[in-house]
């Protein structure tokens, strides 16, 4: 095998995601001999986003949004009544048998991101129980394609912004697996326009209308708290 030959080999089998070793075992030469070769071929591609590999989102997350009808995008079950709370999950290549997986919990009634669960790096069948329980609270999920995830989790957050809301802490580390997303957003938030709060069981919903108010006058929003249901 000459060099061009050895380039192209390595080059096939570091997109399939094995490592530099992985490839030297593969191609019965030194570990020496791929390094460099890996480098170069790196330096040639520039940064490249891992491919995504799998996205889903719960049935019933267009519930109370208006999303542009040219962009095509289908919810499988639109009366499955997710209540504006929608489960994003995305996997990326990590290697050739294992994902970089992470779910987002987006409010995309009023507070934008609430959560995040990951990264985490899975196989195949780890991915499918993980993904039974990450949608175990909803009617069922569907397969959608990333432009919409990024639509929905970064347009939820800058909704939230809007309102006077910053997402979960833990969401810009992450918010990379979404890839690039230059907005705005073709979905328009809130429940039928309007902002939508319901307390959730970790809010402080006190501080939460008051942040509200800031922005808006009772007439503007709706809301429904464990105070407001005993009231």
Not at 144 to 171: C, K
Not at 213 to 227: G, H, S
Request: net charge negative.
């Amino acid at each position: 095998m000459d060099s061009a030959e050895l380039k192209d080999r390595v080059r096939e089998l570091r997109g399939q995601g094995r490592s530099p070793k992985e490839i030297a075992r593969a191609l019965k030469v030194a570990p020496s001999v791929v390094a460099p070769l890996v480098r170069e071929l790196a330096a040639e591609a520039g940064p490249v986003e891992p491919e995504v590999v799998g996205c889903w989102m719960n049935v019933g997350w267009s519930a109370g949004l208006a999303v542009d009808p040219a962009r095509g995008w289908v919810d499988e079950a639109p009366d499955a009544g997710a209540g504006g709370m929608v489960c994003v999950l995305v996997a990326r290549r990590h290697t050739w048998d294992k994902m970089t997986v992470c779910g987002y919990l987006a409010d995309v009634y009023c507070l934008g991101v609430k959560n995040t669960i990951g990264p985490d790096v899975l196989d195949e069948r780890d991915l499918r129980r993980f993904r039974e329980y990450f949608f175990g609270d909803y009617t069922g999920w569907q397969e959608v394609p990333i432009e919409l995830a990024q639509h929905l989790v970064f347009g939820s957050v800058d909704y939230a912004r809007t309102l006077g809301f910053e997402p979960h802490e833990d969401f810009e580390p992450v918010a990379h697996l979404l890839g690039e997303w230059q907005g705005p957003s073709a979905i328009t938030f809130g429940r039928d326009g309007r902002p939508f709060y319901v307390q959730g069981p970790h809010d402080d919903p006190g501080k939460v209308l008051r942040i509200l108010q800031r922005k808006l006058t009772l007439d503007d929003f709706d809301y429904v708290t464990d105070a407001s249901i005993t009231a």
